[in-house]
């Protein structure tokens, strides 16, 4: 079986090179700008880009990454679905500060302006106007934990937990582990968060993404919010590339997990974690 997975330029060569690397298959990594038009594959990955190669098979449609990369088309569908996300704000009127302002792309925690006045706000739509480009305005959500939820078809394969590293870093309004201030640690399985385990399973679902990284904070009070959704989510430890390895050798092997998840009847981390991960009788099987 021949299996390419696509990125961008700049976007994901250590996380790809790391799925070629543990991964069963015969697995190719090919950067979207110098495919040559001649390629088909049984299997194409796309991570995080949206250019074609003919293929019988494909993980993550680019209208699915499409969708995904545009953070207001995607929050006004999570709004749509009932996926519980920070208030969005489309009528000036009925903006309750403070509120957040973000371009419609961002990625990093960049380009992040809390606004407490309407002073505020209208320099932050002139900051991000003057790089034209398109803005959300949402309602501000004082967290209290943030969590990252990797999901592959439809199950959960592994939580981590932005951590700030200082008081002064608890505080800030936008967490980020790119700019040193913050790190992510593991949540091991027995510590998963359900509620906001249901809540990644469900945003992904709604992008139509077969797999990808979903960020979501919760409040002093345990109430979840997904801010987004990532279609090429770094795998920054050998944990987690395994783990992503791991649940592509099942889809490889078995194609797409079948049975449907009926979250009433799901209490642990049991009932959403991908089949390919479940423990053995000594504990975790990687």
């Known amino acids: 079986m021949s299996i390419v997975i696509l990125r961008r330029r700049k976007l994901g060569l250590t996380s790809c090179k790391s799925i070629k690397k543990y991964a069963i298959g015969n697995i190719d990594v090919l950067r979207n700008d110098r495919i040559t038009g001649e390629e088909e594959v049984d299997l194409l990955i796309r991570w995080g880009c949206t250019s074609q190669i003919p293929s019988k098979r494909t993980l993550n449609k680019a209208e699915a990454i499409s969708l995904t990369n545009n953070k207001l088309a995607s929050r006004k569908l999570f709004v749509d679905k009932g996926v519980s996300t920070p208030r969005l704000y489309t009528n000036d009127k009925d903006i309750s500060y403070p509120v957040v302002v973000r371009p419609t792309n961002h990625s990093q925690g960049k380009m992040f302006f809390l606004c407490n006045n309407e002073d505020e706000l209208e320099r932050a739509i002139d900051r991000i ?3 034209d480009k398109d803005f959300y305005i949402s309602e501000y959500i004082n967290k209290d934990r943030e969590f990252g939820v990797f999901v592959f078809n439809d199950r959960v394969t592994s939580v981590i937990e932005k951590v700030p590293k200082t008081e002064e870093a ?9 700019q040193g201030t913050h790190r992510f640690e593991n949540v091991k399985w027995t510590d998963w968060n359900v509620k906001v385990c249901k809540l990644a399973l469900q945003a992904v679902k709604v992008l139509g993404l077969d ?3 979903v960020d979501i904070i919760t409040d002093s009070e345990d109430n979840a919010y997904v801010l987004e959704v990532n279609s090429a989510h770094s795998l920054t430890s050998e944990y987690r590339q395994k783990v992503f390895a791991k649940c592509l050798d099942y889809y490889i092997s078995n194609g797409p ?3 449907e998840l009926v979250f009433k009847s799901i209490n642990s981390f049991k009932g959403l974690i991908h089949p390919a991960l479940r423990p053995n009788k000594k504990g975790n099987n990687l």
Do not use: E, S
């Open 257 to 259: 997990v079948q049975n």
């Open 170 to 178: 608890k505080k800030a309004h936008a967490w980020n582990v790119a």
């Open 129 to 131: 106007h003057f790089l």
């Open 211 to 213: 797999f990808g990284r």
